[in-house]
């Protein structure tokens, strides 16, 4: 499965950006999605997660009521939507699929994943 990210670009803090992540020719229904991002100089961490249903999802703590994940089965397309962003949020985002036998089933390990996206990147200006 080829995943590419896209919807990466500048804003400034306080604002929004909303990053995508498709599958072109495939489908991504029996997969739990995850988003990723990586900072300069900084490991990879974990963003947040959606199960395949689409009805579980899970973030990591410092995004936590800012960032939304999601996912149109008819666009084939998950979506990562960022409000009031902040300088601490640039990184490169990636987009990873994870093979799930569970509807509700999602996971936070970047080791659960099964294929990745190129990356798109976010940068906020303060």
Do not use: H
């Not at 495939?26 to 300069?40: C, V």
């Not at 990636?94 to 994943?113: I, V």
């Amino acid at each position: 499965v080829q995943l590419q990210a896209y919807g990466g670009g500048l804003v400034q803090a306080g604002g929004s950006l909303r990053v995508s992540c498709a599958a072109p020719g495939r489908t991504l229904r029996s997969y739990a999605m995850g988003w990723f991002r990586q900072a300069p100089g900084k490991e990879r961490e974990f963003v947040a997660a959606v199960s395949r249903s689409g009805v579980n999802t899970y973030y990591e703590g410092s995004v936590k009521d800012r960032f939304t994940i999601s996912r149109d089965s008819a666009k084939n397309t998950v979506y990562l939507q960022m409000n009031s962003l902040k300088p601490e949020d640039t990184a490169l985002y990636y987009c990873a699929a994870a093979q799930s036998r569970r509807d509700s089933w999602l996971s936070r390990e970047p080791t659960d994943y099964d294929y990745w996206g190129q990356g798109t990147l976010v940068t906020v200006s303060s």
